[in-house]
């Protein structure tokens, strides 16, 4: 069975951190990347990384404070997030494609959705 599995969301203070950790199974997972859905608004791109790990990119809102890294041994794949926002809140979910290695930004682009883990930043 192929299944993403998200780990590490919780409730955290502002300025807190969390690691967020999403564990592939089933098959070998290339570009990955991690989205969040807000209340009443819709998913976003928060960060993706190459199956090589040589390409990472950031959305804007979370550059400098969230880390994206991968462990292809594990076939797993982690969000360090620091210096967490109010506005951080969200449901986040972890995304991987079978077939393309390079880096993909579109939510599009991916074949695989993890559930999804709630982070919940309080002021």
């Known amino acids: 069975q192929v299944q993403l599995a998200e780990s590490g969301g919780g409730l955290v203070q502002a300025g807190g951190s969390l690691r967020l950790t999403c564990a592939g199974s089933?098959?070998?997972?290339?570009?990955m990347g991690w989205f969040r859905q807000a209340p009443g608004k819709e998913r976003e791109f928060v960060g993706a990384?190459?199956?090589?790990?040589?390409?990472?990119m950031y959305a804007d809102s979370v550059k400098g404070r969230f880390t994206i890294s991968r462990d292809n041994a594990k076939n797993t794949l982690y969000l360090q997030m620091n210096s967490l926002k109010p506005e951080d809140t969200a449901v986040y979910y972890c995304?991987?494609?079978?077939?393309?290695?390079?880096?993909?930004?579109?939510?599009?682009?991916?074949?695989?959705w993890g559930q999804g883990t709630q982070v919940t930043v309080s002021s």
């Open positions: 089933g098959r070998t997972f290339y570009a």
């Open positions: 995304a991987a494609d079978t077939r393309q290695k390079f880096i993909i930004r579109g939510y599009e682009g991916y074949g695989y």
């Open positions: 990384i190459s199956w090589s790990s040589g390409n990472i």
